[in-house]
Structure formats: C-alpha cells, structure tokens
C-alpha cells in the first residue's frame, strides 16, 4: 500500500496561486498514477488532475489551463501548481493514487483545505 500527505493549502485571494504537495510513503510510489481531487461544502467530490506514469496528463475543464499536475519521483511526491485562483476553487483537495491501467483510485489522502476569498 501507499500512504498519501497532502499539504499546502491555505487561505488566498482570487487571482493568486498555491502548490500542493502529496508526500508518498509505503509501497514504491513509481509504480502508481497519480491524481488530484477536491470537495467542495454541499457538493460531490470532484476530479481535479490526473498524471500517468508515462507523464500523460488530463484536466477538468474547470481547472485546465490554470492547474498543473506534476511529480517528482525522487522525492515521492505529486504537485498540484494552482494558479488563478477563484472561489469557485474553495475546496478540500485529495491526492489520490491508482495502479496503472485502473480506472480506480484506491490510495486517498487526508486532505488540505484551499480556500479562496474573492
């Protein structure tokens, strides 16, 4: 198994940026796809980002073009570079791992809290 720690998340302005960082621990973490989510108060957990090992990335509509999924496999971390930042994006944000070639992500974080002010 993995264990994912997120951190990061804070209170910001509309317009400005944050990283999020998803340590990994446990089971090597090469071998997983990682992905970001978030949840919002009132609203179904969302996804977010999504990166293969490959390096092939996906966004949702909502965030492409503002986020960026990376990671850095020597440090057994994920990111998740936000920029634009709207209230809109107030949410709890999840890293989330999967096996290659699973549509299922069965490793979750505790998550970290983004909030967004306008």
């Known amino acids: 198994q993995v264990q994912l720690v997120e951190s990061g998340g804070g209170l910001v302005q509309a317009g400005d940026s944050l990283r999020l960082s998803c340590a990994a621990s446990?089971?090597?973490?090469?071998?997983?796809?990682m992905g970001w989510f978030r949840q919002a108060p009132g609203k179904e957990r969302e996804f977010v980002a999504d990166?293969?090992?490959?390096?092939?990335?996906y966004y949702a509509d909502s965030v492409k073009g503002r986020f960026t999924i990376s990671r850095d496999n020597a440090k057994d971390t994920v990111y998740l570079q936000m920029n634009a930042l709207k209230p809109e994006d107030t949410a709890v944000y999840y890293c989330?791992?999967?096996?290659?070639?699973?549509?299922?992500?069965?490793?979750w974080g505790q998550g970290t809290q983004v909030t967004v002010s306008s």
């Open positions: 989330a791992a999967r096996q290659a070639g699973s549509g299922k992500y069965d490793y």
């Open positions: 446990g089971r090597t973490f090469s071998i997983y796809n």
């Open positions: 990166r293969s090992r490959s390096g092939g990335t």
